[in-house]
Structure formats: structure tokens, C-alpha cells
């Protein structure tokens, strides 16, 4: 019977609440390494491949959140399996043909070396394209959010940004967002841990302006 190497190897991903796997890196605007971003935000992102439209058009929606994101001290870190080469033709194609200048740089992860610290490829849909995989890493080097979207779906950019701004507000005003939130809304206050704080929650309700449904969910609105 003919032997047949089949690669067991399992890809560990990164954990939230952790700090995400360092790497250092070739891309379009040189050579990088995670520890350059910290003290900002960063959006590391991968698409499966340079030169096809879904990608191409989720470049250009990037391309054009990136100056809300540097408001919000968010940088963006693009990363694919192509070569230095073809990222570089691809992004002049896209400033030649679309008149979008990309101003992120793209990671040339030719050896998956970082693709695999990510769990970026998922070999049920290609083993030589990696996802499309964002995580959000805060300034201190810890992943906060993790998102995999299939290689036939593109990324909604209106999330990126609320999803920043969530997990900012958080970190801001130590509050929760319900479903749906969105700069403006109310926030969710977090709930009591013992029996006598619930009590003392709804007690404190009125004075606190609180909008409460029960002891456990009770929203307001920041000052």
C-alpha cells in the first residue's frame, strides 16, 4: 500500500486575553515586528489571496476606514501567503485601477510562519490561502477580539470600527455594551456579585439613573 503523508499538525490559536503571538515579519513597508505597534491599537487581518475580488474590494474598504481608525490610535496590518512582489504590484493596481491608495502595510508570509502562530488557515477551505481572520490586539500586546469570516464572505467595515469603539468604551468607563451598541447608546452597567449588592442595585436604581429590567441588567447613559 502506498504511503501517504498526511500533515497532523494542529494550529494553536491565540487566546483572548493574552498576548498575541510576537512575530517579526516581511511586508510592503519593510520589515516589522509586532512590538512596533505597541502602545496603539492594531487590526491584523489576512485575506486568502493578492489579485482576487473579494480581497480586492475588502482592500479598498479598508483603504478607506483607516483615517477613522488612526483617530481612534488604530493601525492596520494586512497579511497573506504571496510574496513581497506580488503584494506591491497588487496595491499599485489597486491606486492605478481604483484611485485608493493603500496606506497599511501587508505582511509577505510566504513560509506561514505567522499564519500558523494565528491559526490563520483552515485547511477545510485551502491549505495554502489563509482566512479571512481579524484580531484586535490592544496597546499593551493583548488580543481582545478574534473574528473568521469564510473565503466567500467579505468583512463589514462598519463593525471593525464599532467593535473598536466597544472595546475602548469598555476600557474607558468599566462598563459592558448590549447587542447592537453603538457610540451614543446606553451602556450596561456590570452586575452585582453578591446577594446583598443585587439588593442594594435596584435600591440605588433611581439615584444612579439607572435604567434597570432586573438586578442583573441595568443600562445607562455616559456622561
Given at each position: 500500500?502506498?504511503?501517504?503523508?498526511?500533515?497532523?499538525?494542529?494550529?494553536?490559536?491565540?487566546?483572548?486575553?493574552?498576548?498575541?503571538?510576537?512575530?517579526?515579519?516581511?511586508?510592503?513597508?519593510?520589515?516589522?515586528?509586532?512590538?512596533?505597534?505597541?502602545?496603539?491599537?492594531?487590526?491584523?487581518?489576512?485575506?486568502?489571496?493578492?489579485?482576487?475580488?473579494?480581497?480586492?474590494?475588502?482592500?479598498?474598504?479598508?483603504?478607506?476606514?483607516?483615517?477613522?481608525?488612526?483617530?481612534?490610535?488604530?493601525?492596520?496590518?494586512?497579511?497573506?501567503?504571496?510574496?513581497?512582489?506580488?503584494?506591491?504590484?497588487?496595491?499599485?493596481?489597486?491606486?492605478?485601477?481604483?484611485?485608493?491608495?493603500?496606506?497599511?502595510?501587508?505582511?509577505?508570509?510566504?513560509?506561514?510562519?505567522v499564519a500558523k502562530k494565528y491559526g490563520m488557515?483552515?485547511?477545510?477551505?485551502?491549505?495554502?490561502?489563509?482566512?479571512?481572520?481579524?484580531?484586535?490586539?490592544?496597546?499593551?500586546?493583548?488580543?481582545?477580539?478574534?473574528?473568521?469570516?469564510?473565503?466567500?464572505?467579505?468583512?463589514?467595515?462598519?463593525?471593525?470600527?464599532?467593535?473598536?469603539?466597544?472595546?475602548?468604551?469598555?476600557?474607558?468607563?468599566?462598563?459592558?455594551?448590549?447587542?447592537?451598541?453603538?457610540?451614543?447608546?446606553?451602556?450596561?452597567?456590570?452586575?452585582?456579585?453578591?446577594?446583598?449588592?443585587?439588593?442594594?442595585?435596584?435600591?440605588?436604581?433611581?439615584?444612579?439613573?439607572?435604567?434597570?429590567?432586573?438586578?442583573?441588567?441595568?443600562?445607562?447613559?455616559?456622561?
Amino acid at each position: 500500500m502506498e504511503n501517504i503523508n498526511v500533515d497532523t499538525t494542529v494550529q494553536a490559536l491565540p487566546r483572548l486575553g493574552e498576548k498575541a503571538p510576537d512575530f517579526t515579519a516581511v511586508t510592503t513597508h519593510g520589515e516589522i515586528k509586532l512590538s512596533d505597534y505597541e502602545g496603539s491599537w492594531l487590526i491584523l487581518f489576512s485575506h486568502p489571496a493578492d489579485f482576487t475580488p473579494v480581497c480586492t474590494t475588502e482592500f479598498v474598504a479598508f483603504a478607506n476606514i483607516h483615517d477613522e481608525l488612526a483617530k481612534r490610535n488604530v493601525k492596520l496590518l494586512g497579511l497573506s501567503i504571496d510574496s513581497v512582489f506580488s503584494h506591491i504590484a497588487w496595491v499599485r493596481n489597486i491606486e492605478e485601477k481604483m484611485q485608493v491608495k493603500v496606506p497599511f502595510p501587508v505582511i509577505a508570509d510566504l513560509d506561514m510562519a505567522v499564519a500558523k502562530k494565528y491559526g490563520m488557515i483552515m485547511p477545510g477551505e485551502s491549505s495554502t490561502e489563509t482566512s479571512r481572520c481579524v484580531f484586535v490586539i490592544d496597546p499593551e500586546g493583548i488580543v481582545r477580539a478574534m473574528i473568521y469570516y469564510p473565503l466567500s464572505t467579505g468583512r463589514n467595515m462598519d463593525e471593525m470600527i464599532r467593535l473598536i469603539d466597544a472595546l475602548q468604551t469598555t476600557d474607558t468607563h468599566k462598563v459592558v455594551t448590549p447587542a447592537n451598541w453603538r457610540p451614543g447608546d446606553k451602556v450596561i452597567v456590570p452586575p452585582p456579585k453578591t446577594h446583598d449588592k443585587a439588593n442594594q442595585r435596584l435600591g440605588e436604581a433611581t439615584d444612579e439613573g439607572y435604567e434597570c429590567v432586573d438586578w442583573y441588567l441595568c443600562k445607562k447613559e455616559l456622561k
